[in-house]
């Protein structure tokens, strides 16, 4: 994987705008699928979210990404 590190990467004024804000991912080379992303702010971790398992191209069954809809759902458009 390749490992991408920033300090305080946004210079806008949102929630995570701090100049301590750090963030790190790791990307895999072959896919670049992002395999690690980490955010800390003030040496603190607030975020931290890893891929456990990588199948790509897997095949899927039919209706895997099937939904039904709750009885009295409200669709909004």
Known sequence: AITLECDHPRSTELPGDRPDFHISIAVDRDTGVILRLVESIGGEVTRHAE???????????????????????????
């Open 51 to 77: 891929v456990i398992e990588l199948s790509p191209d897997v095949p899927l069954p039919p209706g895997v990404f099937s939904f039904v809809f709750p009885t009295g759902t409200t669709m909004l458009y």
